[in-house]
């Protein structure tokens, strides 16, 4: 039965394809030119593209929507054709949309949820994303048009649900990083991909989807531009309609030439991780200090030009009542000297510290092509030297940075599922686990009690109690800090607006380029 309903949904796409030829080639007025920051080609979500279901090319059972960016989305039906229906405790049952095809002519069903979600638990499949899923413990089909969801915790699964579903015969016993779909990719999206080369990928809409409407835009072209001031350069010049930027550049370009700069509010942080190989950054009492320490307000007004705010923990205001505004680090200089002092690192006639022989001296690494990070790492070099640390800005690569994470610290960034509040600090702040990231809490630092705190949050459904524990979470991180978090970045975008009417951008989380901001839903763009 499986391969006739394929076969169906081919002979459907190839009927239709005549008809839609012209209509896929699109014009200039149809068409996008975007400016990408990163390699092109990792179109799978089992790598992280499209795992909250935002994507041109991939769908999940569930999608974020929201009329703005001051609040956590609603998680509505995509592939789902309704809410899920608890059927017992931690357990339930998901309609799901009939007459789905792939972008391969496939029919999309059960089979193909069941085959996505167990690769990501899959451990010779090694999915970027498989903390982010961990709540989804099984996912079994009940006819083919019916999924059973069974989850380790009693709150709503959706936002475990947001995945882009991949077709079942798509996936593969190897490491998601080798599969096909990086470059090849198969979705049940409004576009799919035409062409691909090493700068340059073409995605083309779909105008084989039973039911749904043609987007208006009809092709989208990313263009890679890794340097931030070429694709500065490109904007203006009209040879791209967007870019992300970084926000003073951005501003600069406000109002020049047609362009416009948008700023999105995002749960995406930037913090300093602190490794445990070194004695200073290993004593509590300098992670403390060095916490107080900094100006995350003149950090922001200054390396970010006040596009973000002020953070202490991964958590942000977004979360209502979870979120605990007194568990923050006022800056406060004297208090860190005295700190350290307490502690007996004392300055010597060099004014550095030291305690025993060890120095307060650690590098501070970053990719060398983000100049974000790059300045707010001299930030907080700069921030440390007056309380006698010495911290040390290098650029350098991933391979690189992975390699010294147990001692050097890290510029990172996180939050890259915002939209459950139980996933924003997971991995930052617990204990690791065996299939940690390496950048996730790379000190393996933990606050007493820290651990099960986030458990048993994790564990809650939505209200006064799961609210009351993060409260507790950001209370206990804040007396033991494991790292420095400085701020919660807003994305900024420098975009020309070719007459479209878009829809408003929806809080973003951790991600590079252009699949979000004024771009995250392309098919509700009009003339």
Partial sequence: MRTARRTVGLITALALAAAA??????GADDRLVLAETQPLGGFNPLTGYGELGVSPLYEGLYRPEAPSDDRVPDLRPALAASAPERIAPRT?????????????????????????????????????????????????????????????????????????????????????????????????????????????AVLVARTDRPGAQIPAVRRIVYTLVPDDNARAQRVRAGEVDGALLPPRLAASLDGRDGVRSVTVKSADWRGV???????????????????????????????LAGAGEPASTPYSSVYGAAYDAGARFAFDAGAARRTLDDAGWAAGPDGIRTRGGDRAAFDLLYPAADSVRRDLAVAFAAAMKPLGIVVTPQGSSWDDIERRTGDAAILLGGGETPFSIDSQGYDALHTRLPDSSPYSNPGDFTA?????????ARELSAGPEKDGLYRQVQAAYTAQPSAVFLVHLHHTYAVRSGGWSTPAPILEPHSHGVTWGPWWNLTAWRR
């Fill in 448 to 456: 007493p009690g820290l651990d099960g705190l986030l458990d048993r």
């Fill in 92 to 200: 339930w049952r998901i309609a799901l949309r009939d007459g789905v095809t792939f972008s391969d002519g496939s029919a999309f069903d059960a089979a193909d949820v069941v085959a996505t979600y167990r690769a990501a638990r899959d451990e010779k499949v090694a999915a970027d994303i498989a903390t982010h899923v961990a709540p989804v413990e099984d996912v079994t089909a009940e006819g083919p048009r019916t999924v059973v969801v069974r989850t380790a915790t009693d709150g709503e699964p959706t936002p475990y649900l947001l995945l882009g579903i991949v077709p079942s015969e798509r996936v593969e016993a190897r490491a998601a990083s080798a599969w096909a779909l990086n470059r090849e990719p198969v979705g049940t999206g409004p576009y799919r991909l035409e062409s691909l080369a090493t700068d340059q």
């Fill in 21 to 26: 030829c012209s209509a896929e080639t699109g």
């Fill in 273 to 303: 991780s602190l490794p445990a190989g070194n004695p200073f950054t290993a004593d509590p009492a300098a992670r403390r200090a060095m916490n107080l320490g900094v100006d995350r307000a003149g950090i922001v007004s200054g390396v």
